[in-house]
């Protein structure tokens, strides 16, 4: 029996669930479906720091398509009006007007981080917006979200590793870890 990786990130310990052999193999299946559904378009990839760094490299590797990358981060600050937390997309440096968009990001749990993009992003017009998501915990979602693209749906347990932290630590794994 093969010994199984078990690592410790600060607190807690976590044990390999989904390897990179798997990563690699869904990641070139949603990369083909991509390019060839977007063929003969010029779409803009917005990847969502700081999680889906790893992802991102991958992905776009294995996109067969005339493309453009920019990484934006979405910032939260505490509003001074009674809206509460305000949230804002960083780093759109460029003219995404007419473009066909898609994001690319770690993992949709609630689906709350995802529905802030979606509907900032709407207000630059651009041609469309699709969600392509490595990891997806469908029992978590709590709005009404259309994932287009996913890697993998996972139960709702913690994750780490292949870009994904716990508290900072743990992003620089070729495997990912599920916490025990
Ligand atoms: P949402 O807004 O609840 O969908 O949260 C999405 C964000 O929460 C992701 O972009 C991650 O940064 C973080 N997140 C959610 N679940 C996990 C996990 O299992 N491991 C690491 N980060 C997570
Ligand atoms: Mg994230």
Do not use: W
Request: hydrophobic fraction near 40%; include cysteine.
């Amino acid at each position: 029996m093969q010994e199984q990786k078990i690592i410790q990130v600060k607190d807690k310990t976590f044990a390999v669930s989904i390897p990179e052999s798997e990563l690699k193999q869904q990641i070139k299946r949603v990369a083909d479906q991509i390019s060839s559904d977007f063929a003969g378009q010029e779409p803009v990839f917005l990847a969502v720091l700081n999680g889906s760094f790893i992802f991102a490299a991958d992905l776009l590797r294995e996109i067969d398509l005339h493309c453009e990358i920019s990484f934006v981060k979405l910032a939260s600050y505490q509003g001074t009006s009674t809206t509460g937390t305000i949230r804002e997309v960083i780093g759109l440096n460029f003219d995404i007007t007419g473009r066909p968009v898609i994001i690319i990001e770690d993992i949709v749990d609630t689906g709350l981080t995802m529905a802030h993009m979606l509907d900032t992003l709407k207000g630059h017009n651009p041609a469309s917006i699709d969600i392509c998501t490595l990891l997806l915990k469908p029992t978590k979602l709590q709005v009404k979200l259309d994932v287009r693209y996913c890697c993998k749906q996972i139960p709702d347990d913690f994750v780490v590793g292949y870009g994904l932290d716990y508290d900072g630590f743990g992003r620089n794994t070729k495997d990912i870890y599920t916490i025990v």
